[in-house]
């Protein structure tokens, strides 16, 4: 197993090289410089800037540097926020976000089985038709419907909960966020859970195990769980990336300081080194996750070969 | 009864296909119908009428946003281009799709590992990081957003069709128009191509919800479609900012997305069903 996880660590450089060269040759074709916004600098001083920022250079030495740099951890200085090094900024935000992502994942986890063994336990049953409705309306509202429609019901008109970021720092501006970056992950993990469960159940162990008198509790904790999880577990991929893009809208509307919130602003400051920074500690996060998912997969599931 | 005729009868049969497909189509037709028939131009602004509330007494029965401009014709030109988008955009992803697929799975041997391998690496890419990072490089071009959003989905399109074209490429049809002389071009557009036609339409329905929340994503971050045009992502953009005082801006376009989403969602399934069950027998 060992030598399975080198080999998918080695065979996800491509993949990051590719991100990288890619998100780089982008920033470079972009029209315009990054200072351009601010007021007509004299020639003299405007070659200084660029020669501090190395932007004289040539292409390929320019993406050289950036990439010498990248392996020690400086992803350069920010075009807009002069005084912190890109760096800097992301390991400032990246608390917040992973914390919300975490906690979204987590409670979609829970939910999302619990719901999808109790619809596969009582299949075709109202319970079942109506679980199965809310995961249908779940998957098909996008986050950034959803999250200021929760604002506006349980914040501005009910007034139970915190509507933003700022003004408080009790634990409970947390919950409206979590909540809706992790419904539709419910949805979609309540559905997985529910048609994996029905197999599984249908199986003659389970046929074997009721015989014997099990309880259903005991029949899907000790016998039904592990087997159905399988699916769910494939899917906590596609899930962590889905989390990670949901972030960036939840953050936005709940006015999080966390990495998401730094993306658009630097996307529609044009602050290409902040950009390009988040761009690829994302794709890191999202490759490595699937590699660990990809682990678990054989651990939980004896049957599963690293070739 | 002709095979045709008997899938269609199946689908007509089938109740979450006839409901969701029927539902989808009243949207589209009214989205074209009302802005034409509608006396409120999506575009007039109207400062002594802003953030009036919906009601069928006076014209504006969706009401009117910050700007006086009335919100049911905004909503159907938002749906116009939200479906014009997404349609387009999945038909750009079904192009490059199939024929990516095709031609890998009919290769087959080198050309078809070193085709899927590539498929393999850009299918752990973060596409919609970096197609947000083209938004912001090029400046919000409408055709981008095409080609932008149908870039990321033909990666499963390509997946699926290749499947497909490895076992149709050992049918005595393709074998006897390879023996006859025909070309491998010709016999990938004109042999194996058309019996592609089921599962491409079924994974098309699947692609472009998809395609929609891509671009109503961007739209909402405003990265996407631009004042004065709009789509469904931009209302609800707009809706965000004014719910405390206007919610049918954001619970109006919000629902419709919804709506159109689920409906895609219950049609692509049920197509799906459909055809797996057709497979089986």
Partial sequence: MAQYTLRRLLGAIPTLLLVIVLAFLLVHAAPGGPFDAERVLPPEIEANIKAFYHLDEPLPQQFARYLSNLVRGDLGPSYRYRDYTVSELIAGALPVSILLGSLAMLLAVIVGIGAGTVAALRQNSVVDRVVMAFAMVGISIPVFVIAPLLVLLLAVKLNWLPAGWSGTTSGTRLLLPVIALALPQIAYIARLTRASMIDVLASAYIRTARAQGLGTFAIIRYHALKPAMMPVISYMGPAIAAVLTGSVVVEQIFGIPGVGQFFVGGALNRDYTLVLGIVIVYATMIVLMNLLVDILYGVIDPRVRYQ | ?281
């Fill in chain 2, 1 to 281: 009864m002709t095979r045709a005729a008997q899938i269609a009868g199946r689908i007509r049969k089938n109740r979450t296909i006839s409901i969701s497909g029927g539902l989808l189509a009243i949207v589209a037709l009214l989205a074209i119908a009302i802005p034409w028939i509608s006396p409120n131009d999506y575009l007039q602004t109207n400062f002594d009428n802003i953030l009036s509330s919906p009601a069928i007494a006076h014209m504006h029965w969706f009401g009117t946003d910050d700007l006086g401009r009335d919100l049911l014709v905004r909503t159907m030109m938002g749906v116009q281009v939200t479906l014009l988008v997404a349609i387009v955009a999945s038909f750009v992803s079904l192009v490059i799709g199939v024929f990516y697929g095709a031609i890998a799975g009919y290769l087959g041997g080198r050309v078809d590992a070193v085709m899927m391998r590539i498929v393999d690496t850009l299918y752990a890419l973060p596409f919609i990081f970096i197609v947000i990072l083209l938004m912001v490089v090029f400046e919000r071009n409408f055709l981008l957003i095409f080609v932008a959003i149908g870039a990321i989905n033909w990666l499963d399109m390509a997946r699926i069709v290749r499947g497909q074209t490895l076992s149709l490429r050992e049918k005595e049809f393709v074998e006897a128009a390879r023996l006859t002389g025909v070309s491998t071009a010709r016999i990938i557009i004109r042999h194996i191509a058309p019996n592609l036609i089921g599962v491409v339409v079924v994974y098309v329905t699947l692609t472009i919800p998809q395609a929609i929340l891509v671009e109503s994503f961007l739209s909402f971050l405003g990265l996407g479609i631009q004042e004065p045009q709009t789509s469904l992502g931009a209302l609800v953009d707009a809706g965000v900012n004014q719910k405390e005082n206007a919610a049918w801006m954001l619970v109006i376009p919000g629902g419709l997305l919804a709506l159109i989403l689920m409906c895609f969602n219950f049609l692509g399934d049920g197509l799906r069903d459909l055809l797996d069950a057709r497979q089986s027998t």
